[in-house]
């Protein structure tokens, strides 16, 4: 502890900008993994809180997956002796015409039985929210919204709130505003109630439930009661806790808590690079010192304690601002996080706060000094060695012996072979991920070779550019090629992340628009929402003749899309006209007979999976799905699997007969709708909105505003990768900066000896310049290889461990093309500073030994 | 040829050391002229101020009728890299490059034609002796050679000026006499103007004048006992 | 009197005998085979906001099997809205409402009875019909309500009947054997009192025609007034059910 601060304070002190630079990796990836997993867990947490709110002292919820059910389950739940009450419920989410308000969510419950489960009330428990309850039950209109929300938009009692409803944009009356405690602070506010039949009403919901919140008697088992109702009413229907609601948002947010913790990874091993290579010549730089030291009696373990000490002090320090910046980029991110899940998943959920987690940070700051001291490992080992002899002798520098990368090399090559022999015995997906880390150590560990050849074959271009300049540079680096490569290394990987995320895209996107351009093929689409997500309202199905009669419209397929509970999980189901889609549009299928296999869908034998869902549960062609309705347990094998992305959980493709049949539910979210030849489709939009869209809600899309939408979707999806590309490129600019500000530190001497000789100062810029550029160049050139390399590991475990996508390998050109001037501009500027900090040092000091 | 006139030079850190005070000195044309004085006397300071590595705090210098007080610094560096050639007590070869490649930076830097800079390179290391090893690495010389060749290097231009700082400090007794025969050798035929900064008296009086500084002054200036080392 | 809405604590017989008979015979008394008549309620209280309404009410038999509709007739927001009220002799009574803006009825669940009733001082249990047998009685003594001899005497409801009340004190006019006033109480606090005035012999039965409940807690009452009330009016079991009540 005395050492560290007598020996490495004034080094730190007197490096301090050097130090930032080294612990700003440790920062960025600390602050990269906490942010976004901050970000995600307040959503998440604000959602937790959004259902224990709004369950009130709710035991039990009985649900049917997202179609409802039937009012009568509610009597034969209210009929089990054990339930002290039972209340139905029915959430939608609902755009309200407010502006900057977005969605609202509804909460329609029992106005007359359901007060003994939540709490509406003023905090003196007794005064009612609602001036006169029979007004709030003889008007549909009426609604109770928080004070929060009240405040925000200026109502009050009597007020009016325009909401979209199957009937187009209504008036709601505002009769009751409850306090923002408890129940209304869930959804930051946003939620009003309303009495739970004029939302059967109003929402098209026919005479069903989406849920019922029930609690036990005294002395009845909350568990026996959940069993004895899961018997009463079949395996179609899910009898829960609240709390147990949260599970199906975090299965969500799953494959985005994985990106974020790649994205966070990466930072941190290009920080634990930075870490390494400054200490590193932090060694070389303190071999006189460390001599000294030695000589003067410290063992070889006080001085490697030294050193790791000094990075046990990096790695807090990085942490800590990382910490800091985390939260900041949480709160970012909060915004952004909230509207891809809405817009993505169909969940809205607004988090106002962010939630900090003492576990998540401290498990940040753990994970940051344990990535600074791991990097020092090897530079600290390596300073217990300095031989105190050597070091005390002056003016010799230590060069990397030959034998060291004889070894490297040798080591380099056999990983090689093993990431290979990873790719060809490719069968399980631990092989995909050894290979991938095996290829990206080979990568690392000759990266100083590779790197002097690549500075080798530049040299004459260098020379080219600037004859005297150029030639110093290129001999500058060839001279020290631990400190090169330390800055192209770090360049290589950040830059081929980007290469491998953004083939990932390009690839991602290129199936989706085929897949668009293929299954996506009806002219008009009506839909309940203007986005298609939103599953809250249903169109009754003899919408469908009466848009057949409509001039200029050919054919209408109603689609019911769903979410039920399959094998545990809760999956898009697309009940639809399986016959008449195939007329339309045939999927390719990746496994079965496609004619085969329309058939036996389109009869209600067997059901079509996507691709995505084949790989990502594991389910192969011919496997029999067992799947529970409220009629009873469905089996029907797979006969088909076919590519698309309705889903990134994977959809299932069914007959909607079958659907109708079993689930009771002849409702329809959305009508395919194919014109005649010659028929316009602005005309036929007209018409329909004309004849049908006084009576109900309804958008009429045309294929470009759908595909635009999706397209704008599966953007704000990449928006995460963008936010990755983005971590990346800073990444590669610090691993530039921190590299050229050690080498001119370590090089004073050198350029001193220059400008003794006869460099001018303009000179001495340009070397440092051309320097950087190559390191840039170099980089570049070796980032954008292994890039390449990455990219198809990268296709490997998206396709099979993430989203279940098949892609095809595309070389990301553009965004490589991109990076070449971004890169060099980061380069150039990142020389400035070093550069002018060389020109204006006094030269006396910069000759002389010390 | 070397004029100065009234030249202090005052550092300031935490003391202030004033490492020359009021120092006239006039150096003639093709004078071998040896600095002496103790540790800390101001000599290295002087050989800096002459050489336009570093500038004095208050007085004026000319080299070769041009004053270097007031140039802007590419002035200084081109008038550095024209009239004066540095000899370094370690040398500072650069490590990374061989003897010829070392002694043609400065005409790099200078911009030649490279056949050119080729043969004055050669036309050097052979002057110095070094004409077998010039495509060897500082590492593989002996530390007479390296000096060798440092040497080369400041003869680049042939600069009417050659200073050195404690030329045979880093050497056995045996070479630093090779080095200074070398450099009394190089004076005689190109006629520089030498200034060399030694403790070693025996090459202290091997030349024709010596300065001897004692806490910044001049304290001694005569001719020298002409003993060869 | 409303046999549902206010169903009556009803009372009977003299002292030394038998308190519970009085309970009895006060029930006796008002005994009729049907009922109809409109009712005005309204909320007085430092912070009502609940709007004057007015209702029709039509009973077709009478304790225990009693089945009632009422109508609300005022204001607009609320007209047409209809609540049908089918008594049982052994549970609690059903109850459905319609409202014409939906096109629909519901069942009301009464879950918890101590709600209040839409907005006014009254708790939906205030509202159930009571039988004389829930209940244990004991004479308190006799006192001077509204200028009349009354016993007074504490109900305590029997194991099996859940209550938000703990007990409850009746006065019953010893001349007449009808109730003027019952107070409620949990845990020895008072929590409601309704008071019988305005009473008037109709069709030999005497009857209550403004009906007052004050709410301690709140510090508000209500006030229900009878109009146009006849008993024993010809009426079809027809019209007290689900169907009549969404005809209108």
Not at chain 1, 21 to 30: K, R
């Amino acid at each position: 502890m005395i050492l560290l601060k007598l020996i490495s304070w004034p080094y730190i002190r007197k490096h301090l900008l050097r130090w930032m630079l080294t612990i700003a990796g440790i920062v960025l990836g600390v602050a990269v993994f906490l942010g976004m997993h901050t970000a995600n867990q307040s959503v998440l947490y604000a959602f937790r809180q959004t259902v224990d709110r709004i369950a009130g002292s709710t035991q039990l919820q009985v649900s049917a997956s997202e179609t409802g059910f039937d009012e009568s389950v509610l009597e034969r739940v209210q009929s089990v002796p054990e339930v002290r009450a039972a209340a139905p419920v029915i959430e939608a989410s609902v755009n309200t015409g407010l502006k900057g308000q977005g969605n609202i969510l509804i909460l329609g419950v029992d106005m007359t039985g359901d007060r003994n489960l939540r709490d509406y009330e003023l905090e003196s428990g007794e005064a009612g929210i609602v001036d006169d309850p029979l007004v709030f039950l003889a008007q549909p209109d009426s609604i109770i919204v928080t004070d929060t929300f009240a405040r925000q938009n200026q109502l009050g009692i009597g007020s009016k709130v325009p909401m979209s409803t199957m009937e187009g944009e209504k008036l709601f009356t505002v009769r009751g505003i409850m306090k923002s405690s408890g129940l209304s602070s869930a959804f930051g506010g946003n939620l009003a109630i309303m009495d739970i039949y004029a939302t059967q009403k109003v929402f098209g919901r026919g005479r069903r439930f989406d849920r019922i919140d029930l609690t036990v008697k005294d002395g009845a088992r909350v568990e026996d009661v959940k069993k004895k109702i899961e018997g009463m009413l079949g395996p179609s229907f899910q009898v829960e806790s609240p709390s147990a609601r949260g599970g199906q948002f975090e299965s969500i947010s799953h494959v985005y808590a994985l990106t974020a913790n790649i994205t966070s990874a990466f930072a941190l091993f290009i920080g634990m690079f930075l870490i390494y290579n400054t200490f590193q010549i932090s060694v070389t730089q303190r071999r006189s010192e460390i001599g000294i030291l030695r000589a003067l009696g410290a063992t070889r373990g006080q001085i490697r304690t030294l050193f790791m000490g000094e990075s046990v002090l990096a790695g807090l320090i990085g942490s800590t601002l990382g910490v800091l910046l985390g939260i900041g980029i949480a709160r970012l991110m909060l915004g952004y996080i909230g509207s891809l899940l809405g817009e993505v998943f169909g969940i809205a959920e607004k988090a106002k706060e962010i939630s900090t987690n003492p576990a998540l940070i401290l498990f940040a700051i753990v994970l940051g000094v344990i990535t600074s001291v791991v990097a020092a490992f090897i530079p600290a080992r390596n300073a217990a060695r300095v031989d105190p002899v050597q070091a005390l002798q002056k003016g010799k520098y230590q060069q990397m012996s030959a034998g060291e990368n004889r070894v490297r090399r040798i080591t380099a090559f056999v990983i090689a072979i093993l990431g290979v022999a990873c790719l060809v015995f490719r069968q399980s997906h631990g092989l995909v991920y050894a290979g991938d880390a095996l290829t990206l150590l080979a990568a690392l560990l000759l990266t100083p070779t590779v790197a002097q050849l690549v500075v080798q074959a530049l040299r004459p271009l260098l020379r080219w550019v600037r004859p005297v300049e150029g030639t110093l540079a290129a001999d500058s680096l060839l001279q020290a090629p631990r400190r090169t490569s330390g800055a192209v290394a770090a360049l290589m990987l950040s830059l081929a992340l980007v290469v491998a995320l953004g083939g990932m895209t390009r690839a991602s996107y290129g199936s989706i628009l085929n897949w668009l351009s293929v299954a996506l093929n009806p002219d008009l689409f009506i839909s309940t929402s203007e986005s298609l997500t939103t599953r809250g309202f249903r169109f009754p199905e003899s919408m469908g003749p009466q848009l057949s009669g409509v001039s200029g419209v050919a054919d209408v397929q109603g689609v019911r899309i769903a979410r039920i509970q399959v094998r545990g999980m809760q999956t898009i189901f697309v009940a639809a006209d399986i016959a008449a889609l195939s007329r339309r549009a045939t999927l390719p299928p990746t496994a079965g007979n496609t004619a085969e296999m329309y058939r036996l869908a389109s009869q209600g034998k067997a059901v079509l999976i996507s691709d995505n869902y084949a790989l990502l549960r594991g389910v192969k062609l011919g496997d029999v799905l067992d799947i529970a309705s409220p009629r009873g347990v469905l089996h029907l094998p797979v006969a088909g699997v076919v590519v698309d992305y309705s889903d990134q959980q994977g959809s299932i493709l069914l007959d909607r007969s079958v659907y109708k049949r079993y689930w009771d539910d002849s409702t329809v979210n959305l009508f395919r709708v194919f014109l005649t030849p010659g028929a316009s489709e602005t005309d036929v939009k007209r018409r329909i909105l004309e004849a049908l869209g006084n009576q109900r809600r309804l958008f009429v899309l045309t294929n470009r505003e759908v595909r635009q939408y999706i397209m704008r979707l599966t953007d704000q999806w990449f928006g995460i990768t963008y936010v990755q590309i983005a971590v990346a490129v800073l990444v590669a600019v610090l691993g530039i900066v921190n590299t050229l500000t050690v080498s001119i530190t370590d090089r004073r001497r050198e350029l001193g000896v220059l400008q003794a000789v006869g460099g001018l100062r303009n000179q001495i810029r340009r070397t440092i310049w051309l320097e950087a550029l190559t390191i840039g160049l170099v980089g570049l050139i070796l980032g954008l290889a292994l890039g390449a390399l990455q990219l198809y590991f990268g296709l490997r475990i998206t396709g099979e461990d993430l989203a279940g996508l098949r892609l095809n390998y595309e070389y990301p050109y553009e965004i490589s093309l991109m990076l070449l001037p971004v890169i060099l501009l980061a380069a150039f500027l990142s020389a400035i500073g070093p550069a002018e900090s060389a020109v204006h040092g006094s030269l006396v000091e910069a000759l002389e030994y010390e | 040829m070397i004029d100065l006139a009234k030249v202090s030079k005052v550092f300031n850190g935490k003391r202030q050391v004033t490492a020359l005070e009021n120092v006239e000195l006039s150096i003639g044309r093709g004078e071998m002229v040896s600095i002496v004085g103790p540790s800390g006397s101001g000599k290295s300071t002087l050989l800096n101020l002459i050489g336009g590595l570093d500038t004095p705090t208050s007085g004026k210098i000319t080299i070769d009728g041009s004053l270097l007080s007031g140039l802007p610094d590419d002035d200084l560096t081109r008038m550095r890299r024209d009239k004066i050639g540095f000899i370094f007590q370690f040398f500072n070869l650069l490590p990374t490059l061989n003897c010829i490649e070392n002694v043609s930076i400065p005409l790099h830097l200078r911009g030649w034609p490279k056949k050119k800079i080729d043969e004055r390179a050669r036309e050097l290391l052979n002057l110095v002796g070094l004409g077998g090893r010039m495509d060897h690495l500082p590492d593989e010389l002996s530390g007479g050679e390296r000096q060798r060749c440092a040497i080369a290097r400041a003869l680049s231009v042939y600069p009417p000026v050659l200073l050195a700082d404690e030329p045979t400090g880093n050497l056995d007794t045996h070479t630093g006499a090779d080095i200074l025969k070398l450099i009394r050798d190089v004076h005689a035929r190109l006629g520089a103007t030498v200034l060399i900064v030694t403790h070693d008296r025996n090459v202290a009086e091997s030349c024709g004048r010596v300065i001897t500084l004692r806490d910044g002054r001049v304290v001694e200036d005569r001719a020298g006992l002409g003993l060869t080392a | 009197m409303n046999r549902f809405v206010f169903g009556l604590v009803v009372l009977g017989l003299a002292q030394a005998q038998d308190v519970r008979q009085i309970v009895a015979e006060s029930q006796k008394r008002s005994q009729s085979k049907s009922e109809q008549y409109e009712g005005t309620i309204e909320v007085f209280g430092s912070s009502n906001k609940v709007s004057l309404k007015h209702w029709e009410f039509e009973r077709i038999g009478s304790f225990g099997v009693s089945k009632s509709i009422l109508r609300f007739t005022a204001p607009a927001e609320v007209k047409g809205v209809a609540l049908l009220i089918v008594n049982h002799p052994d549970r609690s009574s059903d109850q459905w409402m319609w409202t014409p803006a939906l096109e629909r009825d519901r069942h009301i669940a009464l879950q918890d009875r101590s709600t209040r009733f839409f907005g006014t001082d009254f708790s939906f249990e205030d509202l159930e019909e009571r039988d004389v047998n829930q209940f244990d009685y004991k004479l308190l003594g006799e006192e001077l309500v509204d200028g009349q001899q009354c016993w007074k005497i504490e109900s305590k409801p029997k194991e099996a009947k859940s209550s938000q009340y703990t007990s409850a004190v009746l006065f019953i006019r010893k001349d007449i054997y009808v109730g003027i006033q019952i107070e409620s109480y949990a845990k020895d606090k008072l929590v409601r009192r309704i008071r019988y005035s305005d009473i008037q012999k109709l069709d030999d039965i005497w009857t209550a025609r403004t009906i007052e409940v004050y709410d301690a807690n709140r510090k508000s009452r209500t006030v229900l007034k009878l109009e146009k009330l006849k008993y024993n009016v010809p009426m079809k079991d027809e019209n007290f059910t689900l169907e009549a009540l969404r005809r209108g």
